[in-house]
């Protein structure tokens, strides 16, 4: 039995690629969408095996795309693509639930293990990136180093924001409210002594928590 798959992305040629690369390869395409709008309806009118959705969409972009269907589809399978090998899209694909995220000069050989990965439940390979991120996102151990008083959990949140999430988005990879991503937030700014969400990132970033 073949995989059903939905492509979504707003280039009429790389859906055209995809589709070539993906014959003979016991997946068919059964719907295409140009913007994250589209991406829904589609994944919700045809309930394909995997969603295979483009970061940067008009309209409604593909994470944000994510986070929807995610609220009405949980059970659909997604796997993010992207030109970019951008750890903070990694970051919040992970954190938004996405199954799998591959870059669009990937193989068609990459592409069909992608998505056949996710097609069965799998976790993406550990040794690539979205797996590294995603223990890293996990991690609560304090760095050993470090002579700042924050919990295991601020540690955690600071790891999110250093990718650049929003509070939305952490709250989502964490499982916790999004007031308690707020607390969490005030409490590592005041203990850094930062002025803000960006310059905490920095602090993390120079530490090399992302």
């Known amino acids: 039995m073949s995989i059903k798959v939905v492509v979504a992305d707003d280039q009429v040629l790389i859906r055209q ?14 719907a295409e969408a140009s913007n994250g709008v589209e991406a829904i309806e589609k994944a919700l009118e045809y309930r394909p095996n995997v969603l295979l959705m483009d970061v940067m969409m ?10 929807k269907l995610r609220d009405q589809s949980p059970q659909t399978r997604v796997v993010m693509m992207s030109a970019y090998d951008n750890p903070t899209y990694m970051a919040r694909s ?21 998505i056949q990965r996710a097609a069965r439940g ?10 590294k991120i995603r ?7 304090d760095p050993v180093a470090d002579d700042v008083p924050l919990t295991k959990r601020e540690y955690q949140v600071l790891r999110h924001l250093a990718f650049g999430l929003s509070n939305r988005e952490i709250g989502r990879s964490l499982s916790i409210s999004i007031e308690t991503v707020k607390e969490h937030v005030q409490n590592i700014l005041r203990k850094l002594d930062a002025a803000d969400r960006t310059e905490a990132a920095v602090w993390a970033v120079r530490r090399g928590l992302a």
């Open 17 to 30: 690629g995809i589709a070539s690369m993906l014959k003979g390869q016991e997946i068919e395409i059964v």
């Open 58 to 67: 008009p309209e409604l972009d593909g994470l944000d795309a994510l986070e």
């Open 94 to 114: 992970v954190a938004l639930g996405a199954d799998g995220f591959i870059l669009k000069d990937s193989t068609s050989e990459e592409f069909s293990s992608a």
């Open 122 to 131: 799998e976790a993406p390979p550990l040794e690539g990136a979205m797996s």
């Open 135 to 141: 223990d890293l996102l996990g991690k609560r151990l």
